[in-house]
């Protein structure tokens, strides 16, 4: 059984930063696409940025510059180092695994077959 388990979300302060987390287990194959995406309230869900098995990486384009995604393939871990964080960048954000390549679909939520319970990112003003 896949599980997905996020950390490293909290409050802070515009200008500040975070790393999120995303430990997977259970999940044996060697091609995947890891996501985050995130949940803004009275918002959509939206993709953040994505990372393929082969570390091909794509960002949303309101976070190109401040946000950067990264794996580490021992740990099965995937991070999410949010930089210059702004008050719109609050929301839950989930992480989520697809077994297949990112593609074009990074940011499709379909495309991912298991996500996380999610971690909260709240940036005061």
């Known amino acids: 059984q896949v599980q997905l388990v996020e950390s490293g979300g909290g409050s802070v302060q515009a200008g500040g930063s975070l790393r999120l987390s995303c430990a997977a287990s259970?999940?044996?194959?060697?091609?995947?696409?890891m996501g985050w995406f995130r949940e803004a309230p009275g918002k959509e869900r939206e993709g953040v940025a994505a990372i393929d098995s082969d570390g091909t990486t794509v960002y949303a384009d309101s976070v190109k510059g401040r946000f950067t995604i990264s794996q580490d393939f021992a740990k099965k871990t995937v991070h999410l180092q949010m930089n210059s964080l702004k008050p719109e960048d609050t929301g839950m954000y989930y992480c989520?695994?697809?077994?297949?390549?990112?593609?074009?679909?990074?940011?499709?939520?379909?495309?991912?077959?298991?996500w996380g319970q999610g971690t909260q990112v709240t940036v005061s003003s």
């Open positions: 259970g999940y044996t194959s060697s091609s995947y696409c």
């Open positions: 989520a695994v697809a077994t297949a390549p990112c593609m074009t679909a990074a940011f499709t939520e379909s495309w991912y077959n298991y």
